[in-house]
């Protein structure tokens, strides 16, 4: 609550200009996933013979930090700081 009172303190100073340099920043752990091909995932069977079922596919157990920042008039960016993988 402290730190909205302040932004709105700073915006009655100085208006439009301080909102247009506020950096909003976002980040998100992402598990690569690399989904078979449907050439691949195809088998040849009898006409007569059941459907064969597919397994639900797992989450890698590698993952990577993506992060994201955005302002309104400054260059936006986004990165990739870190990649771990969890055993």
Known sequence: MRFANHFLTRYAEAGDEFVDRIVTGDETWVYPHTPESK??????RHSNSPKAKKCKTSISVK?????????QTRHSSV???ASRNDS
């Open 63 to 71: 993952k990577i930090m993506a992060s994201v920042f955005l302002g």
């Open 39 to 44: 050439q691949k995932s195809m088998q040849l």
């Open 79 to 81: 990165g990739i700081y």
